[in-house]
């Protein structure tokens, strides 16, 4: 479902469920990252870009208190929550996500008197991709429309990840929910995660003869795991052993220096190197994007990758089998995106290329006996906004 088409399907499926036509629909994006990897809670650079894939909600205000959530991608019947009782790690559900929402916005002041909410999303679960910030972001800009709240983007995307950070209970940065309120159609979102400032860096790849393919492993993973709140940990211990706020206070020339003051610190020393290369490939990529060369951003990516195989240690073998089997098959540059751990890979190729590219990885996997890969062009898209 696309568009138009989405929207009167949802909308038809909310009066089913609820018994009244929906106020609006809205829809929010998914997300992929072209580099700038676990930066975001470390006050660094990223680089996202809205996926074409979105969840959608149709959406009428209450004024009871009450909250009816349901979800087309979840077997089950409305869930019903009273606004008052929500409470931080109550749910560990996929209600947590719209729930944690409204108990962000109300904490924040915001009269959210309740609500009755359908989704659905095309978004892949647990590929790296952002579902999760793509349902919450969506949640939140039909609430500040029906409430009229006034939230800008950027503050919609800040009380999303206090959702997920407090409610949910999961550690993650301020990227996903950004790039999902922010982004825009045909370019990438420059974002300095420590005050939010954007660039819309232009990135029309089908204009240059380039297509950016995305490689879902079928590797799930879950940000409220144990291993990303290990290396979130391990970049604060590394921050508070240097002496700096945030890694990102580390400069890329006195990287070495601030390496050997960490002596023995080996696991922080490997974290820390991440973190500060990060940044500075960030600011190369968009460098040559805004000079006009993007083919020349694929080396870039590879380095990306390595840095998060060997030094953040957040690949998986289907990860680099994707990246390998794409550079030994023509690959301008390829390199994992997402938390880690599973998920989805990044490849950048010449158009022509990407048959033979494609058949080469679906091969390659067929070959190791694990899971086919799912493979899909990553289109720059629009972000958060009211279909209907």
Known sequence: ????????????????????????VWAAPGRVNLIG???DYNDGFVMPFALPHTA????????????????????????????????????????????????????????????????????????????????????????????????RGWQLARLCQRAENVYVGAPVGIMDQTASACCEAGHALFLDTRDLSQRQIPFDLAAEGLRLLVVDTQVKHSHSEGEYGKRRAGCEKGAALLGVDAL????????????????????????VRHVVTEDERVERVVSLLESGNPRAIGPILVEGHASLRDDFRISCPELDLVVDTAMASGALGARMTGGGFGGSAIVLAEESDVPALTKSVEEAFA??????????????????????
């Open 367 to 388: 070959t190791a006996g694990f899971t086919a890969p799912r493979v899909f062009e990553a289109v720059p898209s629009p972000g958060a906004r009211r279909l209907v």
């Open 56 to 151: 959608v909600a149709a959406v009428a205000r209450r004024d009871d208190g009450v909250l009816r959530l349901h979800s087309a991608d979840v077997d089950g019947p409305v869930v019903e929550l009273t606004a008052d009782a929500l409470a931080p790690e109550s749910d560990r559900n996929w209600t947590a996500y719209p729930a944690g929402v409204v108990w962000a916005l109300r904490e924040a002041g915001h009269a959210v008197t309740g609500a009755d909410i359908h989704l659905s999303s095309t978004v892949p679960a647990g590929a790296g991709l952002s579902s999760s910030a793509a349902l919450e972001v969506v949640v939140a800009l039909a609430l500040n429309d029906l409430f009229s709240l006034g939230l």
């Open 1 to 24: 479902m696309k568009g138009q088409g989405m929207s009167e399907t949802v909308a038809a499926r909310f009066e089913q469920l609820y018994g009244t036509a929906p106020q609006g």
């Open 37 to 39: 990897e676990h930066t």
């Open 248 to 271: 990102r206070d580390i400069p890329y020339a006195d990287l070495d220096a601030a390496l050997a003051r960490l002596g023995d610190e080996e696991e922080v020393r490997r974290l």
